[in-house]
């Protein structure tokens, strides 16, 4: 049975599940994101959110509302008469009014495995903590930051090669089959939701720029998942040769030393405990480039150190 949604979402993370519902026969009468910002090359062109680039392609009204708690913003959504909302990444607070307008609730694809890593940033923090597993869930929304009862979940393995673009891509195409999921089960009376544990409660704080300097003084590991917990954005950095330099990927690697010292002419450096070779790294106003590269153009040997 199809049912009527309303979609509410905005970056890259949320086109898979948008796409996955549409061809699973499911009818968007709405889809609400983020108004368009500048960008291009000057910054002076609006630039719709992928979401909304989507939608136009699929022919379904786009509403960006800048606030939801009016009450002609209430009635513009109850108008649409929709069975269900399904949110992914919408980055607006849906007030208890919007939230009870569906007939059979407001649904939430939530990339973490609730209640560790409610908030802004699950994916990056997931990584940065060093935890072993991460995943998608889908729960109920309340009003509460990610309090929601929960309704299904996948896991997946977190390993020391997955940076944060790479956890995203994959949790993103693996939350949209667990919400076309949910919301098949919905459809037909079966979907079974069940309370948070109150044990084991994280907040994802948003990244703020502060956090990406590296400190070499952690052990290899902690750099390394610091590292890969901020690749691409905002980007771990140090300083070689006043310069500063984005670390995008790295590898665990043998050797010693002090913190932050050139260990070879292949990019190794010593960490706390151990060492990190860099695989992948973008220069202050450069594109990215894989390690060989770069050291074609720059030279970087003993007893150098990145700061």
């Not at 796409?19 to 968007?28: N, R, S």
Request: glycine share 8%; proline share 6%.
């Amino acid at each position: 049975m199809p049912l009527r949604l309303i979609f509410m979402g905005t970056p890259d993370f949320s086109v898979p599940t948008l796409l996955e519902l549409v061809a699973h026969g499911h009818e968007i009468v709405a889809v609400y994101t983020r108004a368009p910002k500048p960008g291009g090359r000057r910054g002076l062109q609006l630039q719709p959110t992928p979401v909304e680039e989507a939608a136009r392609r699929l022919g379904v009204p786009v509403l960006t509302p800048k606030t939801l708690k009016t009450e002609e913003a209430l009635a513009e959504f109850r108008a649409f008469d929709a069975d269900a909302a399904v949110v992914v990444a919408y980055g607006m607070i849906l007030p208890q009014a919007i939230l009870d307008a569906p007939k059979l609730g407001c649904y939430n694809l939530h990339a973490s495995l609730l209640p560790r890593w409610r908030g802004a940033a699950p994916i990056n923090r997931a990584i940065m903590a060093g935890d072993a597993e991460s995943g998608v869930m889908v729960m109920k929304m309340d009003v509460g930051l990610d309090t929601g009862d929960v309704a299904m979940a996948e896991r997946l393995a977190i390993t020391d090669t997955m940076t944060a673009i790479d956890l995203h891509d994959r949790l993103s195409r693996l939350g949209a089959d667990l919400m076309v999921r949910a919301m098949a089960a919905l459809a037909r009376g079966g979907l079974q939701l069940k309370k948070q544990s109150e044990d084991g409660v994280t907040y994802a704080a948003k990244i703020d720029k502060a956090e990406a300097r590296i400190d070499w003084s952690k052990p290899a590991r902690e750099v390394l998942r610091h590292i890969h917990g901020l690749s691409p954005f905002p980007g771990a950095w140090a300083e070689l040769e006043n310069a500063r330099v984005k670390i995008l990927r790295c590898e665990l690697a043998k050797g010693s030393g002090a913190p932050g010292e050139v260990l070879d002419n292949q990019l190794t450096i010593a960490c706390g405990e151990g060492a990190i070779r860099i695989i992948e790294l973008q220069r202050e106003g450069k594109g990215r480039m894989q390690a060989a590269d770069f050291l074609r153009g720059v030279k970087v040997e003993p007893p150098m150190r990145l700061a």
